[in-house]
Nanobody, 122 residues
């Protein structure tokens, strides 16, 4: 069982930056792949970034070059650095986990946090 708690969301102007954090419980965090999934109003959930237990990363085309996922296994935390934010990045961002290898489909993640709201608006 893994419990996940996201933080760092908020209101930011277009072109601005935010860093999301996801703190995980348990002593086996390093064995889990982590993903950041977002859901905008009226839209389906979208996996935007993922990182495997071995530090391999994946990015959706929509965020490639703007978002960076990283993890600190000593702190049981995964981060999502979001730069050059656009209004279309507005969504609830969820942190999720699955064993070892990342998946590119959000449905393949087992454990989920409660989500944090990111709003990009002037």
């Amino acid at each position: 069982q893994v419990q996940l708690v996201e933080s760092g969301g908020g209101l930011v102007q277009p072109g601005g930056s935010l860093r999301l954090a996801c703190a995980a419980s348990g002593r086996t965090f390093s064995t889990y792949a982590m993903g950041w999934i977002r859901q905008a109003p009226g839209k389906e959930r979208e996996l935007v970034a993922a990182i495997s237990s071995g530090q391999s990363t994946y990015y959706a085309d929509s965020v490639k070059g703007r978002f960076t996922i990283s993890r600190d296994n000593a702190k049981n935390t995964v981060y999502l650095q979001m730069n050059s934010l656009k209004p279309e990045d507005t969504a609830v961002y969820y942190c999720a986990a699955r064993p070892v290898s990342y998946a590119t489909k959000h449905q393949d993640y087992i454990y989920w946090g409660q989500g944090t709201q990111v709003t990009v608006s002037s």
